[in-house]
């Protein structure tokens, strides 16, 4: 990764296999950032998309691993500190080769997906810019829901959560003044 300060804002260019999620929390340490807003777009692979279930208070995340997928928008935030957090949303759109058109009902070219994204493999580049701002914040989860069964519940569908969908779905939190 290359990027350059300049005011409040950073903007950084990720190389091909860099992991933008742990690029950026690597650079909220370096350039010791509080609080910024996030901003990208590239081309990645091994993107991990997560989708928060109010009804179980976890987040469900999907892998779209087979092919190179445009990383359209990417927006968040990302908070410093000892351990950085990040909380960004994503849509990805597949990218087909000419010969590969329309070869899967379901990898035609223009579907978006959209999610939490928890990780992605720049297969290319991406281009982020980070918006600085001088305030105290932090992400925090979310409350557990307190309501009745969920949508799983009411199908009578057999499903149990693992950790590695246990991830609870993240709130800016400010510091009272």
């Not at 350059?4 to 929390?25: F, H, P, Q, W, Y």
């Not at 991990?48 to 892998?63: A, D, I, N, P, V």
């Not at 992400?139 to 799983?152: E, I, M, R, T």
Request: proline share 3%.
């Amino acid at each position: 990764m290359k990027y350059v300060r300049t005011g409040n804002k950073i903007i950084a260019s990720l190389d091909k296999g860099e992991e933008l999620c742990a690029t950026l929390r690597r650079l909220a340490v370096e350039e010791n950032i509080g609080f910024a807003t996030v901003s990208a777009h590239g081309t990645g692979r091994m993107v991990r998309l997560g989708s928060y279930s109010t009804s179980h208070g976890s987040t469900f995340e999907y892998s779209y691993s087979e092919l190179d997928y445009e990383l359209v928008s990417v927006t968040g935030e990302l908070t410093g500190g000892d351990e950085p957090q990040l909380c960004l949303h994503a849509l990805i759109s597949n990218t087909i080769k000419k010969d590969e058109y329309l070869s899967n009902g379901d990898r035609a070219p223009g579907v978006v997906y959209g999610g939490i994204l928890d990780s992605a493999t720049i297969s290319a580049a991406c281009t982020v810019v980070l918006e600085l701002f001088d305030l105290d914040a932090r992400l925090v989860p979310v409350d557990a829901p307190s309501k009745g069964p969920g949508f799983w519940d009411r199908l009578g569908a057999t499903f149990t959560l693992t950790d590695e969908m246990d991830k609870r779905y993240l709130k800016l939190e400010f510091d009272e003044e």
